[in-house]
């Protein structure tokens, strides 16, 4: 008993000691038609209990390049979240300013999830951002998307996910979103799960100019195979999925996913995130458009 209580004070007493932070955070993606964006941010935390629980101001530079074409950015943000590792119910917020190619943007990335009852779970989320393409920057063009989703589970073993959403393009454009996702996992401990997924959109403008991909309908149907396992506080997951789409009136097509990730343990005085992934899938150049990228973030508590 008296041990046990030691320990928890000496837990206690290094979380209040070690409650602020700093480190770097990066993005890089690159695509099969050349465009490339580089994100180099630096991030202070004068409130942080673990890293998951946290308060900071980021400042970033962002770099896009494609054929010649080359912009560069400057972003500054606050941001904060507040989650319980084991069932990520919690907030989570990043709001800026963000200029570019003499265009400036109020930016807004941010999520509330809440259980509503033991297997059910309701998520409210917002992003606000710049349409990543060579056209799409120069001309300005950025989008609103808010949405909902729900996760119910059905017994131990199943989960059911809905997702409904709106899309608002500062071009006049505007996209309605829908997303079933079905999760089973065959043992509790094994980590493993099998889903189908399903998303589909519905654009109300179907000329823009060539300034990003928008085909009046779209959808998606994919199978996909998950793996999360955690070994002495470290967390690592995979997601592969093959499936195929539908645009507008063309014949079915080829789709891939593939996504790993790695997490430190959150409650230690260095955290580390990483993950990169994989997408194939058709863009306004045809069918065979591919998308890379690696994220990571690197907390050191002091």
């Known amino acids: 008993m008296l041990g046990s209580l ?43 209990q673990h890293a998951d629980h946290l308060f900071g101001l980021r400042a970033s ?24 590792p084991a069932t990520l119910n919690g907030w989570i917020f990043d709001a800026g300013v963000f200029t570019q190619g003499g265009h400036t943007l109020l930016t807004l990335d941010g999520g509330y999830r809440l259980p509503l009852a ?9 992003n606000r951002d710049w349409v990543e393409t060579q056209t799409a920057l ?21 989960t059911l996910v809905g997702v409904a959403g709106q899309q608002y393009f500062s071009d006049g454009n505007r996209r309605d979103h829908g997303r079933v996702r079905l999760i089973y996992q065959p043992s509790l401990d094994l980590g493993l799960t ?26 998606e149907t994919m199978l996909a195979i998950g793996w999360r396992q955690r070994y002495q506080g470290w967390m690592g997951a995979l997601v592969a999925g093959l499936g195929r789409e539908k645009i507008d009136d063309s014949p079915l097509q080829p789709t891939r996913l593939f996504e790993v990730s790695l997490q430190s343990p959150v409650r230690a005085a260095q955290s580390l995130r990483l993950r990169a992934g994989y997408n ?23």
């Open 6 to 48: 030691g320990a928890k004070t000496a837990v206690a007493e290094e979380e209040k000691a070690l409650d602020q932070g700093f480190g770097p955070e990066f993005l890089a993606t690159n695509d099969s038609e050349g465009f490339r964006s580089r994100r180099l941010s630096v991030e202070y935390l004068p409130s942080i």
């Open 61 to 84: 530079d962002y770099r896009y390049s494609q054929a010649g074409w080359a912009r560069h950015g400057q972003k500054v943000s606050v941001f904060g979240r507040q989650l319980d």
């Open 118 to 126: 033991k297997r059910t779970a309701l998520e409210v989320f917002i």
């Open 194 to 219: 099998l889903q189908a997924r399903f998303r589909a959109y519905r654009s109300t403008q179907d000329d823009v100019g060539r300034a990003y991909f928008n085909p009046e309908h779209y959808s």
């Open 280 to 302: 194939r899938s058709a863009s306004y150049s045809g069918p065979d458009y591919h998308y890379r990228y690696v994220i990571g973030e690197w907390i050191i508590r002091f």
């Open 138 to 158: 120069d001309r300005g063009v950025s989008y609103t998307f808010a949405g909902v989703a729900l996760d119910q589970g059905i017994g131990p073993h199943v």
